[in-house]
């Protein structure tokens, strides 16, 4: 769904309630939910369209910088003791080059390497079919910063779907995610979907490529290649190739984003998803575990019940110096909740708390 198109995620009807299924040997535990900004912060901070998809956390000389999406711009925080300050450091700045040209180009997903000083950042684009915003083409896209994050350059699009974006008779439209990613043996695995409502539709695939090569095509400013994993094998390309459901039985992923836990060395999964109940939607907040990438567990609610109000565009945190390594036993999830049918009519930004370990 289109950012900028703003209204709520509709529920699968035929989708059933989750299963508390999963690992049986980890467990998870969300506490209560916090809020971290709200709907009147938000608009006086000139924020109409925020946090429209995941965060990116940048912990650095003692402080941390949040870039996120406001629409189809760039938000950027300092992130104080007490939260998301009411004024943005920026509410709508953007990203330079190519990209500019696109309808909306915003993110995201952080990546920091100490020894070069670049900043990427994995960002959600789309065009918009003759202006049209709910009929979008989303692709997933790289720029890098050299100055911490307070501009971006663009590299350019490094995933896009399958389905031609001028085909007239494409299925419409094209949504990819955010493009969330984790960084495993030297590697980016981006992780996204193809909500295109056609044959090509995924609930989760992944691209990679190795972490050297998108620094040093980040420092030569090209297009960094990905390649998609699809048939048991890395070559199908990331701009316009096939890809794998890797969540084959899974009814319905709306929102995702994905991390590194090192104390059980696997990738960790949370997205939203939602059924319907006499009518009313019901949104949960689902997890996975994955040893390799490729292979997950079955998806456990990470909520000790539903909710009927929307909750979508999940970040995850680790608290840690790297948002996206998870070194101890608990984790927060920033996400956006909202109660009208058109979400940013009242939304506002919440934290939830987990924590996993052994099931007893």
Same mark, same amino acid.
């Given at each position: 769904?289109?950012?900028?198109?703003?209204?709520?995620?509709?529920a699968?009807?035929?989708?059933?309630?989750?299963?508390?299924?999963?690992?049986?040997?980890? !467990?998870f535990?969300?506490?209560? =939910?916090?809020? /971290? @900004?709200?709907?009147h912060?938000?608009?006086? &901070?000139? +924020?109409?369209?925020?946090?429209?998809?995941?965060?990116?956390?940048?912990?650095?000389?003692?402080?941390?910088?949040v870039?996120?999406?406001?629409?189809?711009?760039?938000?950027?925080?300092?992130?104080?003791?007490?939260?998301?300050?009411?004024?943005?450091? !920026?509410?709508?700045?953007r990203? =330079?080059?190519? /990209? @500019?040209?696109?309808?909306?180009a915003?993110? &995201?997903? +952080?990546?920091?390497?100490?020894?070069t000083?670049q900043?990427?950042?994995?960002?959600?684009?789309?065009?918009?079919?003759?202006?049209d915003?709910?009929?979008?083409?989303?692709f997933?896209?790289?720029?890098?910063?050299?100055?911490h994050?307070?501009?971006?350059?663009?590299?350019?699009?490094?995933?896009?779907?399958?389905?031609?974006?001028h085909?007239?008779?494409?299925?419409r439209?094209v949504?990819?995610?955010?493009g969330?990613?984790?960084?495993?043996?030297?590697?980016?695995?981006?992780y996204?979907?193809?909500?295109?409502?056609g044959?090509?539709?995924?609930?989760?695939?992944?691209?990679?490529?190795?972490?050297?090569?998108?620094l040093a095509?980040?420092?030569?400013?090209?297009?960094?290649?990905?390649?998609?994993?699809?048939?048991?094998?890395?070559?199908?390309?990331?701009?316009?190739?096939?890809?794998?459901?890797?969540?084959?039985?899974?009814?319905?992923?709306?929102?995702?984003?994905?991390?590194?836990?090192?104390?059980?060395?696997?990738?960790?999964?949370?997205?939203?998803?939602?059924?319907?109940?006499?009518g009313?939607?019901?949104?949960?907040?689902?997890?996975?575990?994955?040893?390799?990438?490729?292979?997950?567990?079955?998806?456990?609610?990470?909520?000790?019940?539903?909710?009927?109000?929307?909750?979508?565009?999940?970040?995850?945190?680790?608290?840690?110096?790297?948002?996206?390594?998870?070194?101890?036993?608990?984790?927060?999830?920033?996400?956006?909740?909202?109660?009208?049918?058109?979400r940013?009519?009242?939304?506002?930004l919440?934290?939830?708390?987990?924590?996993?370990?052994?099931?007893?």
């Amino acid at each position: 769904m289109s950012a900028d198109a703003g209204f709520r995620a509709f529920a699968d009807p035929a989708a059933p309630a989750p299963e508390a299924a999963g690992d049986p040997s980890i !467990t998870f535990h969300a506490g209560r =939910a916090t809020t /971290v @900004a709200d709907h009147h912060s938000r608009l006086a &901070g000139g +924020l109409q369209h925020w946090v429209d998809g995941t965060m990116g956390f940048h912990r650095h000389a003692g402080g941390t910088t949040v870039i996120s999406p406001n629409g189809g711009r760039l938000a950027r925080h300092r992130l104080t003791g007490s939260g998301f300050p009411e004024r943005p450091l !920026t509410a709508t700045g953007r990203i =330079a080059g190519p /990209v @500019a040209a696109a309808d909306h180009a915003s993110g &995201g997903p +952080l990546h920091f390497d100490e020894e070069t000083g670049q900043l990427l950042l994995s960002y959600h684009g789309e065009t918009f079919r003759n202006g049209d915003p709910s009929d979008y083409y989303a692709f997933i896209g790289l720029a890098v910063s050299d100055d911490h994050g307070a501009s971006f350059e663009d590299l350019g699009r490094t995933i896009t779907s399958p389905l031609d974006e001028h085909d007239r008779y494409r299925p419409r439209p094209v949504d990819l995610g955010s493009g969330a990613f984790v960084v495993r043996d030297g590697w980016f695995l981006a992780y996204f979907q193809d909500r295109g409502n056609g044959p090509t539709r995924r609930r989760l695939s992944v691209a990679r490529a190795r972490v050297d090569d998108v620094l040093a095509a980040a420092r030569d400013r090209r297009t960094p290649t990905f390649t998609k994993y699809h048939d048991g094998r890395w070559d199908q390309p990331g701009r316009g190739g096939a890809s794998a459901e890797l969540l084959p039985d899974t009814p319905w992923v709306v929102w995702f984003d994905t991390a590194y836990v090192e104390r059980l060395d696997h990738t960790l999964l949370v997205y939203s998803t939602s059924w319907l109940v006499d009518g009313v939607p019901h949104w949960m907040h689902m997890a996975a575990l994955s040893p390799d990438g490729l292979r997950w567990s079955r998806p456990v609610p990470l909520l000790d019940a539903p909710v009927t109000d929307e909750i979508i565009y999940l970040t995850i945190d680790s608290g840690g110096p790297d948002q996206r390594t998870i070194t101890g036993d608990s984790f927060d999830v920033y996400r956006t909740r909202s109660t009208t049918p058109y979400r940013w009519d009242h939304a506002w930004l919440e934290r939830v708390p987990v924590c996993f370990g052994p099931a007893r």
